[in-house]
């Protein structure tokens, strides 16, 4: 079963935009992770943020993380026609190499 | 230094038959954990291999088999083929010593 749900489940922006996703999530968690799938392929890691952390940047990404709220944001900062895919919210309540449990993802157009 | 392989990329089987699809781990990864993704879902966890034995386990029933090998690659066989089992299978490796999962591009099963 999904752990949650991405909110939107569809997002369209124009290139040079922000695209701000949030992912809910059901139970207590060790850590959440955010991936990218293009084109119904692989998916690709992102980034992680532990449990204990509230926000963490690599690049054009920025992460915050409510556990309290049980939610996670992902922001795109100046998105490009490239950041076109799925983007998935995972969570893992155990340790290293821990299962993941994926949410529903949110569909991300950018158009030039 | 190659990432995740899996094959076949794509099967068309039927209902009723057998099915076996491969992993290979990136290297210096031990871990391998399958995962099924229906069309429009985020993938759902099967189970986990490590050292060669099934260390977790999701909730899929007993027709869902693996394999670890020697040298960590991976199989996955479904018995007894129904038209729900069609999706995506994704092979995930990782290092049991940390969180990161690295998936492979994916098989995409199709049963008729």
């Known amino acids: 079963s999904q752990q949650g749900e991405e909110d939107p489940q569809a997002l369209s922006i124009q290139e040079g935009e922000n695209a701000t996703m949030n992912c809910s999530y059901k139970?207590?968690?060790?850590?959440l992770q955010w991936y990218r799938q293009n084109s119904g392929r692989g998916l690709v890691h992102l980034i992680l943020?532990?449990?204990?952390?509230r926000e963490k940047h690599s690049g054009r990404l920025r992460v915050t993380l409510d556990t309290s709220k049980k939610s996670s944001s992902l922001l795109i900062t100046a998105s490009r026609a490239a950041d076109t895919a799925s983007y998935f919210c995972?969570?893992?309540?155990?340790?290293?190499?821990?299962?993941?449990?994926f949410g529903t993802g949110t569909r991300l157009q950018v158009t030039l | 230094d190659a990432g995740v392989t899996q094959s076949p990329t794509h099967l068309i089987k039927t209902r009723g038959q057998q099915v076996t699809l491969r992993c290979s781990p990136k290297?210096?990864?031990?871990?391998v954990s399958w995962y099924q993704q229906a069309l429009g879902q985020g993938p759902q966890f099967i189970f986990q291999?490590?050292?060669?034995?099934?260390?977790q386990r999701g909730n899929f029933p007993d027709r869902f088999s693996g394999h670890q090998f020697p040298n960590y690659s991976s199989e996955l066989n479904v018995n007894a083929l129904l038209l729900g089992d069609s999706a995506l299978y994704l092979c995930?490796?990782?290092?049991?010593?940390?969180?990161?999962?690295?998936f492979g591009p994916g098989t995409r099963l199709t049963v008729t």
């Open positions: 995930a490796s990782s290092r049991a010593s940390v969180y990161e999962q690295y």
């Open positions: 290297s210096g990864h031990d871990t």
């Open positions: 995972a969570t893992a309540r155990g340790g290293t190499a821990s299962k993941l449990t």
């Open positions: 291999y490590y050292e060669e034995e099934e260390r």
């Open positions: 943020i532990r449990s204990n952390e």
């Open positions: 139970t207590s968690i060790n850590n």
